[in-house]
């Protein structure tokens, strides 16, 4: 197994303008999960409650991702509900209920301890830190965090960002956890705090890669209807990391290019709720949408 | 002479978050032409009044930008007060006076007449196509415009647009013109409004380029310290159209090297007042910002 992810499975009940959707199957685990797995296998390490429907184990199943590390613990499975406005632009948490996530103590399962790619969804530093411990010499790890960890679990996070090799962040948590407004040097701050390579994402604006080596714009696939933007940021991980662990190197060529896999993933996950518009899809669909995406920016 | 530019020669009093400065040499045809003039002469055509300094024609003449389409007309020149929001997506127009702009009835000598590109920057539509009345069979001309003329000269502006071969707009503009929320559908609605091309301008998410053989997306050149954003749009136009009309090729491949020409020069421009960080540069500062930023967005 090259690819390992921690993460959250859980029920999100999503408001957009005009559609309201309850229980839909979301969580980042999810969400990554269902795009890396359009390049290969890879191991999950997550928990979930009693309640969490079989059917949605199985989906991740057919994909290839082994649940092996997905504690089943008695209780509810994490749940979300948000409220999108007009625009896209505005998110409104409404709740959030940790449940069995609260007591997330993340075991990894020997067969995924030599994985060399590892991501870190969103979860607190300390969780995340307990992954690193338990990992034997991965080859790139990636983080993902939120402003509630940067502002409540700083010092934490700052010695979690020694250990990665990279970051992904959107524009608002890149201006927190720096305190530079502009983009640039906002994320040149972030690299100054550990991680060799800053992915900064800007939704509908695209997203940038950062490194010592390598400096890279790319804008969004233009999507003309967004129907939930809900774990776009997931996905866009999920094409990012699969694409590297498929490849099994980390170098400025192949970061541009996974930019590019993780820029699709996001387009597709964006075009329906949840990961309804990711089910559907190849690695066939995904090929296609990146020679559109290429040809769209190829000067 | 293979470019003609008509458009507003003006005096600026820009307040920024932290600077104020009076009666800064301005207008669209200054920025435009200040950026295409690093590519080769062009003719100008504009109405000043009898206060316009010598100084600043000889600023352009220097530049290889014919002025001898320039009125001088009695009356005080067109000038503009504007103030920008602490993060530059704010813009309030705090006092316009037309002063002899109000009277502009652009005459086209003899010499700009056989212009084979052609830039009508932002005016009436009366105004704009009164030029269009007076050249000869030009082989690309490019219509900028603005929120005001959507709204009060629409009819005239239809008919317009079925007469040049682009037109550049803001994301704002493209909206209001097609009531097209979503950008890649207002950009598609602006095409089947007559033009062959759709410059679409995002300001620090850069701009896209759409026509019926082609959709290009660029962001913009990371520029860490903006100091005034007057005049980007065109001195953007500037560099898109003096390339074109340097190379005489408009194609696919042409157009979007000059997408990357126009964002170098919509760079330069924000990095000073007016036109302060455009008056000392060299083509070969150009080439040099376009051959880091052709480095970033390629994959």
């Not at 990012?240 to 192949?254: C, H, I, Q």
Request: charged share 25%; with cysteine.
């Amino acid at each position: 197994m090259s690819l390992l992810a921690v993460g959250t499975l859980g029920y999100d009940t999503i408001e957009t303008a005009t559609e309201r959707r309850e229980d839909v199957l979301g969580g980042s685990a999810t969400h990554f999960a269902m795009a890396a797995s359009l390049f290969g296998k890879l191991g999950l390490v997550s928990i979930v409650g009693q309640d969490f429907q079989r059917v949605h184990l199985d989906l991740l199943r057919a994909r290839g991702v082994d649940v092996g590390g997905v504690e089943i613990a008695p209780g509810e499975t994490f749940r979300w509900t948000g409220r999108y406005g007009d625009d896209w632009n505005s998110r409104t948490t409404i709740e959030t209920r940790l449940n069995v996530l609260a007591r997330f103590d993340p075991v990894i399962p020997d067969a995924f301890r030599t994985a060399k790619f590892i991501f870190l969804a969103n979860a607190t530093p300390a969780v995340q830190a307990k992954v690193l411990d338990q990992v034997e010499k991965p080859e790139f790890t990636m983080l993902d965090t939120m402003n509630l960890w940067i502002e409540t679990a700083r010092a934490d996070l700052m010695h979690l960002l020694r250990r990665v090799d990279a970051i992904v962040l959107n524009d608002e948590e890149a201006r927190m956890l720096t305190g530079q407004r502009n983009l640039i040097r906002a994320a040149g701050g972030v690299l100054g705090l550990g991680p060799r390579y800053v992915v900064l994402k800007k939704g509908e604006h695209g997203a940038f890669l950062f490194g010592g080596d390598t400096h890279f714009s790319l804008p969004a696939y233009p999507v003309e209807q967004v129907v939930d933007p809900t774990g776009a940021g997931d996905s866009f991980a999920g094409g990012f990391m699969g694409y590297l662990a498929e490849t099994g190197r980390v170098d400025p060529k192949n970061l541009r290019k996974a930019m590019l896999y993780g820029t699709v993933a996001a387009s597709f996950c964006v075009q329906g709720f949840g990961v309804d518009s990711l089910v559907g899809r190849s690695r066939k669909d995904l090929d296609a949408r990146y020679d559109e995406l290429m040809s769209i920016v190829t000067v």
